[in-house]
């Protein structure tokens, strides 16, 4: 038989300290001497009448530039033990390193769990309608479309004796939002439109108010918005959009709002010119100090 003996050569550094690390702490790679004067351990030496000794698995790379992290694990012959869940009882999540072993029970980075999904809009089998009330014009006024301004015409001026006309554009428009609790959507759809002329004079048009180039028309000539000044001076327009909504709460159903919802305009200043006529023997053009010129 061969006896084999281990051979482990120990020796000083020059200033007689000892070593840093230990024959055990060495052989279960928990300890490197760094290349410092320390420990050294040297072959084996084989007798007769001794077996060879098994060769030794290679430890798992460590960290560069540090020491080793040793890994925990079942002892041979043993059952590993379950790691424990978030909750601390045993059937959980393991954390592995790189080598796949369990290095414990408890991780360190536990899983974030994913987020609830977002509530179907559907409602639940046997669930009962909410108690929604009439809905009101003020109900819904919050959500009302913002009116845009008029368009003046000729140039956003007027003359006076002469018609002039008023533009806006108004058109059905639907708004998201939340009413008695509920997600809803609302639709508003212009029905009528009340222009303030500044003179005194109020117009409802139940219709839309187009220029006079999406009428096909020639300018200073009448259309359901034009209006005619008496006098010089400046006036304040404005325009009031009138609009019938419907809410809709999806499986709740499509409720009527009673009413109209109004969308006030703001004022538009117009200043009014004069027209004069003149029976001149030359243009403008050609006596620029004429009268009229």
Known sequence: MLIETVVLFAFMSS?????????????????????????????????????P?????????????GHTQPIVG????????????????????QCLDPAQ?????TCLTDP???????????????AQPPAIPPITAYDV????PAPAAPTIEPFGVAIARAPMNVAVSAASQTVGGELFGLPMSVTFTPELLTIDYGDGTVAEVAQAAPTWEQLGQEQLSPTATSHTYAERGTAAVSVDVSYSAVVDFGPWGVHPVGGY?????????????????YLVAQTCAENPSGPGC
């Open 53 to 65: 000794p098994a060769p030794e698995a290679p430890a798992p790379p460590g960290p560069p530039g």
């Open 15 to 51: 200033d007689n300290s000892t070593a840093r690390c230990s024959v055990d702490e060495i052989e279960l790679g928990l300890c490197e001497a760094g290349g410092d004067p320390g420990l050294a351990i040297g072959g084996h030496q084989q007798q007769p009448g001794s077996q």
């Open 261 to 277: 919802v109004v969308a006030e305009g703001p004022a538009t200043d117009v200043r009014i010119y004069e027209k004069q006529s």
């Open 141 to 144: 006024a919050v959500f009302v």
């Open 74 to 93: 079942p002892s041979p012959g043993t059952a590993p033990e379950t790691p424990a869940g978030p909750s601390g009882e045993p059937g959980g999540w």
């Open 112 to 126: 974030t769990p994913d987020p609830d999904p977002e509530p179907s809009a559907e409602p639940e089998p046997g």
């Open 101 to 105: 072993q369990v290095i414990g029970s």
